[in-house]
Nanobody, 125 residues
């Protein structure tokens, strides 16, 4: 079984920064791909970015490109989402999810097997 726990959310003013953490436990083969998704009130779950097992490949969504970066520390079984130049539209619950490496579109939430409870990010203008 895999456990996924997000942390690091909070309230920040526009232009500020936050770093979210996603700690995973379980067999490494089940957490090779780690994705970040967010859900704002009244909206569906939106892709933010993902990172592959070695950290060599990352992808972030266009709305956050140039502001958000993803990294991972495999020794700590933790993935980070560094969020800079935050905007009010970044306000959402941010979820971390994992899956094994394989076929499929890693930008789609339904492709991920294990999810955390989420952490709230609130950006005030």
């Amino acid at each position: 079984q895999v456990q996924v726990v997000e942390s690091g959310g909070g309230s920040v003013q526009a232009g500020g920064s936050l770093r979210l953490s996603c700690a995973t436990s379980g067999h490494p083969s089940l957490t090779q791909i780690v994705g970040w998704f967010r859900q704002a009130p009244g909206k569906g779950r939106e892709f933010v970015g993902y990172i592959t097992s070695g950290g060599a490949n990352t992808k972030v969504a266009d709305p956050v490109k140039g502001r958000f970066t993803i990294s991972r520390d495999n020794a700590k079984s933790t993935v980070y989402l560094q969020m800079n130049s935050l905007k009010s539209e970044d306000t959402a619950v941010y979820h971390c999810a994992t899956r094994p490496r394989g076929s499929g579109d890693y930008t789609l939430a339904r492709q991920f097997n294990y999810w955390g409870q989420g952490t709230q990010v609130t950006v005030s203008s």
